[in-house]
């Protein structure tokens, strides 16, 4: 176990192992892909338990740098390091992933392309926990880079459908351009600092100049912006949900679009001294929160309503992170993913059960899914805030916090809160209430499938009395419980569920009859106030554009040219070289003579034609 | 000096007939020649008493290198008939513009 | 124990040879598995020897012809590991020949006449010995006895023979004019008086020695005997004796062609002899190993341009002979491994027809082969993280830090290119639809594979294959955390 947490590199190595292993040997039986996925899982959640527990025990794991070139030291080196952050954040995707490992035996059973599930899904452990465990941004940046390529890889996993390669084309292309900032950051910390790992950089950060300090963290918030689907680079995430549910479930919910969040934790310094910085931070994470909650509300495919709520989520994340506590912002990223995780495995249950994704053909689904009923209530309880569950503890101190710092942000949060509440009410009692609208019989769908979201539900509950060691595991700034607070909010929420419920008591009519009202509006809304277009307009149309002409210019013109020039000359020289081979011995030798021949004549003539090259001198 | 001369000759017949004869036997003989020149070279140039002087190698070990030069070239010879002996069998050919079997085909 | 005797010094080869004569009299007998097991094991013990040695400081000149010392044994170690190595990888192909145990008795004595190659300094040995493998690389070649094979083999046989000639020449003319010596210390001395006559016996024993590592102009044996021979047969020609043949390459060229190097009018510039020979046989191997459809045959082209790349060595100097040693080494247990592939293709009734095309399907079929199959092409290559890629670095890295900008060059691009063929077979094994010449399914009745005569070894190709891709991926990932010095430093600072 000591072992395990000094040498945190392991989480990466296991899982990038394992990925090859599935890919090469994961055909060779039904059960052997699906395990291996589960071995990576293990080994990520396995590293970060003994790093949680050596930081328990008041001991820094070790780290080192990996000089993997015999070059300068500090150059381009990539090492390991692990706190309590680390260890914290190891532990939610290692335990997540293990259960999306596990529900995906179930789900994926009869898919044709299980084997490249299973490696991608192990490789994006090895890439996410590079992410986490690497000491410094070098090493952060080539995680962020490949858990990018296996996102976008995984969404368009059922290549036939248009709809999942479209999306995944988005989505790398939105997050990339977050990554440019990310990259620019990098460089510019980089030039200024000299160094990128975490703990050089917190040794010199309070040399540099504050407005040198102030851009590095508004490019880095732009990568987390992009990866986080924050307001104005969300759009990918919605669409991304058609790739498959455990994969949201993970990489989409979970794991991957948390990323910004920790990478702020991580480099926190910086924010400390980037007052600026945190504004915008404090600014974007309420307007999504509230934007993409009410769009939450119209949707009516189940996994659209769970990504707009996803994006709500990390509105509140971002929010905390501006509002300067980074251990709740964590904190409420380890509640949310058990949470969230859990409900897209339920969501994922309930759609491979009735065969559709419009909850407004679900319903009354309650009976012959009972599991996953109960499980999906625990998850649905969390993400409304309803005391006494996990959800409820770290939104209460996001609440607080935001309130005591900017009280018209904290105004929206609270409101935000009763939205949730209203939209988890809506789909709960559409899904699993009211009178039968498909003609599916519903059914549990199997051990695989229904026992990880009840294991799920476990932390989704409990996690909130462990808020306390775990913020301090981390060592940050831990933020009490405030009575008037919880009180508002929890009257709020409930406000919420029992509009919620009683507007849609009666099934889906209700959205029906809004619609009709509302008329522009409610389309505008549930087009994510179309934004979409704007921010493709304005911002992917022109670096697709951009792309383009590249491609064109530089790539086909000058490049394609090139290399098929070089390949069809060697092809060429290939096809009449294979007739000096024509089969006779005797040309065989007479080629050795003439070898022989030409090198003694360049022998002897060397030191003219020597002299010949070097101009006479 | 007449041996280097000798010696000369023998080799270039072998290589010539090496590289000219078609016949595969015809061939062999001829590498066996240039094989058989290069160590009447080496036995003939350590038998010049201008080497002797210099405090070189023991010309008698040359000599017997020689022999076992010869040996060897006879036993590879052999190796080489009894190859062509399994081609001719089974398939007849024995001419090295027929053995071309086994080349890239344009 | 006097560690000076004779005995105990040659106690590796001589476990080899005995191995090989034990395999002789057992196939009398027509005990052919027992015959091969037996030079398995020899080989094995040998090479754990070799390697006991190599960490000692044992250093023995033997009757002025043989100079061993600690790097020469881990030279040995290689050989005879590799030696072992392929044995296994052919293993069951040997099993059904009619003379097979006769056979693992060729490669043992193959193993250890390269053996013996590397720690010669005298050309009369070295004469004796290169005419040993040679005769021995025949009967190899043709020990599978399809019509292809006997004619490759008296191909390489007329070539291999001419090339003797050449080397018996040269050490004609090396005696008689170069100061009456065989040794090739005292040679290098001598060069001096007579620089022309010094030029031509260096190119009559480079040709001989050009032959045996296969570099252009003296190659075109290599794609028919690749093609020709049985997978065991071609690993082992095309592998131990290369090792052994680049080893006695340095000596001469350090020590007989190297003396005059320096002085502009020189005729006997090594560094430019082997340049040219390097780049000519990058360009031809890569360029000829593109268009080959049978995979035997792509092996055989890409052995040339390999050998290219450690001429490259050759052209540096001194220096880079444990980087050629690495490089070489890694090369020929890829090699192994692909050959171990494709000798458990044919094992059993296969209709693989030795084609790379069909080869498609594999990695459904048989997911261990084809894994195998990719580790050996990516290192054959020189991806990162596999062995390949240190072998490449520790010589073009020096190439480039000594000035050789051109060779570096010419090196890396030609890697680079090699990935259109090497990847190719991977793309196949993964990527494309079995057609209908395709590899059948491992067999479905562990009877049926008792039936046929010695075929209960059926597995064994596939076994070494695995372990030879297995210990690529271990040098390939370990240097990383150990870096890359250990690994070279295993074989000292040269001959």
Known sequence: MMWLADNAWVAVALPALFALLVALVGRADRLVAPLLGIGSAASVLLSGIAVLLTVAEGRTPAAATIRWLPSEEGILAIGWSADGLVGSMLVVVGFVSLMVMVYSAGYMAADEGRVRYYALLSLFLAAMSLVVVSDGLLGLFIGWELMGVCSYLLIGHWTIKPAAAAAAKKAFLVTRVGDVGLLAGIVLLWSHAGALDYESLAAVIDTLSPDILTTVALLLAVGAIGKSAQFPLHIWLPDAMEGPTPVSALIHAATMVAAGVFLIARTWPIYELAPLATYVLLGIGVATALGAALVACVQTDIKRVLAFSTISQLGFMFAALGAGYWGVAMFHLVTHAAFKSLLFLAAGSVIHSSGTQDLRKMGGLRKGMQFTFEAWTFGALALAGIFPTSGFFSKDKILYIVTSENLPAGALLFLTTAITAYYVARVTVLVFFGPRNSRKKPHETGLAMSIPPLILAIPAVGLGYLAKPSIELMAAEYVGFDLPVALIATGVALLGVAIGVFLHRSGPSADIAFERRLGGVWGWIQAGYRLDSVVQKSVSRPSLGLARAAYRHIDRDLVDRAVIGVGSTANFLGERLRRLQNGDTQWYISMGFIGLIVLYSLSVSWDRIHVWLTGGG | ?106 | MNVEAWWFVLSPVTIAFAGGVAALILDGWDRRVVAIVVTIISALVAAGASAWLASGSTSFVLADVLLIDPTIYAVWALIFGLSALSTLGGAVRMSRLPAGGGVSALVAFLSAGSALISASVDLLLIVILIEVLAVVGYGLTASIRTSGAKEAALKYFIQGSVATGLFVLGLALAFGLLGGSTEIAALGEGTAQAPVVALIVSLLILSAFALKLGAFPFHSWAPDVYQGAHPAGASLIVVVPKIGALSAMFLIAEVLMRPLEGSQTAPLQPTLLFSVLAIASIIFGNLGALRQSDFGRMLGYSAVAQAGYALIALAVGLITYPGAMLLMTVYGLAASTAFAVAGALRAGHSSWDGSIRGMSGLAASRPWLAASLAVSMLSLTGIPLFAGFWGKLSVFGLAAAEGFIFLTVAGVLGSVFSFAYYGAVIRTVYFDQPSDTRVPDTPTSPTEALTDTGVRYRALPGVASVVGAGVLVIIGVVPLFIGLTPLVRFFGIGG
């Open chain 2, 1 to 106: 000096m007449n041996f280097v001369l000798v010696a000369s000759i023998l080799f270039g017949l072998g290589l010539y007939g090496v590289l000219s004869r078609r016949d595969v036997i015809a061939v062999l003989a001829s590498v066996e020649l240039m094989l058989g020149a290069a160590t009447v070279m080496l036995v003939g140039l350590a038998g010049l008493p201008s080497l002797s002087s210099q405090g070189g190698a023991d010309p008698g070990t040359i000599e017997a290198t020689g022999l076992l030069l010869l040996v060897m070239a006879a036993a590879a010879a052999a190796v080489g008939l009894a190859l062509l002996v399994a081609i001719a069998r089974s398939t007849g050919r024995t001419r090295t513009d027929e053995l071309t079997d086994v080349r890239d085909r344009p």
